[in-house]
T-cell receptor, first 110, second 116 residues
């Protein structure tokens, strides 16, 4: 059975801190790994990763995939209160389906 | 911008009732998905559809059915609602498969369903 595990489950930091969120997976026929940010409503897309070692970056957020370790990290530098959200990792294993992890709840305090 | 809309934000139904959740997307996406989200369990796929009238079971299809009569609309049906179907339901859509890559999914705002 395909599995995606995220850690930590939750995290509380102060503004300005840097955080690293982890995602590990066990899937057959890995195709891509996606990161989403979910605030109060729907998840919004952050990154799609398909190749190991190539960092994707968007502002203060960056992510990288390690296919040997079957994992990915999401980094957020200089955190702001607006970064408070649930961060979801999902893996596309076959066809059009995604398997999601349980999410990491990040709270950034002023 | 892709827009995915869901018919209700909050819904309260009684056990045994038939429940329809509607999802509409406006970007001509081939794929549409229904997930439920529960604390500690993340998002779990119920059903997805890759074309009109086509559907595939996801991880937890029991107790649910779906309908896709038009490309832009994907309905989730609870034939006889039960209390364990109380959850947040999220609809998503994406472009079709391109080689072996999955395009990112765009999510609707969710429907919080309570079954009493």
């Amino acid at each position: 059975e395909d599995k995606v595990v995220q850690s930590p489950l939750s995290l509380v930091v102060h503004e300005g801190d840097t955080v690293t969120l982890n995602c590990s997976y066990e899937v057959t026929n890995f195709r891509s790994l996606l990161w989403y940010k979910q605030e109060k409503k729907a998840p919004t897309f952050l990154f799609m990763l398909t190749s190991s070692g190539i960092e994707k970056k968007s502002g203060r957020l960056s992510s990288i995939l390690d296919k040997k370790e079957l994992s990915s990290i999401l980094n957020i530098t200089a955190t702001q209160t607006g970064d408070s959200a649930i961060y979801l990792c999902a893996v596309n294993n076959a066809g059009n389906m995604l398997t999601f992890g349980g999410g990491t709840r990040l709270m950034v305090k002023p | 911008d892709v827009k995915v809309t869901q018919s209700s934000r909050y819904l309260v139904k009684r056990t045994g009732e038939k429940v329809f959740l509607e999802c509409v997307q406006d970007m001509d996406h081939e794929n549409m998905f229904w997930y439920r989200q529960d604390p500690g369990l993340g998002l779990r796929l119920i059903y997805f559809s890759y074309d009109v009238k086509m559907k595939e079971k996801g991880d937890i299809p029991e107790g649910y059915s779906v309908s896709r009569e038009k490309k832009e609309r994907f309905s989730l049906i609870l034939e006889s609602a039960s209390t364990n179907q109380t959850s947040m339901y999220l609809c998503a859509s994406s472009l079709g498969l391109a080689g072996f890559l999955l395009y990112e999914q765009y999510f609707g705002p969710g429907t919080r369903l309570t079954v009493t």
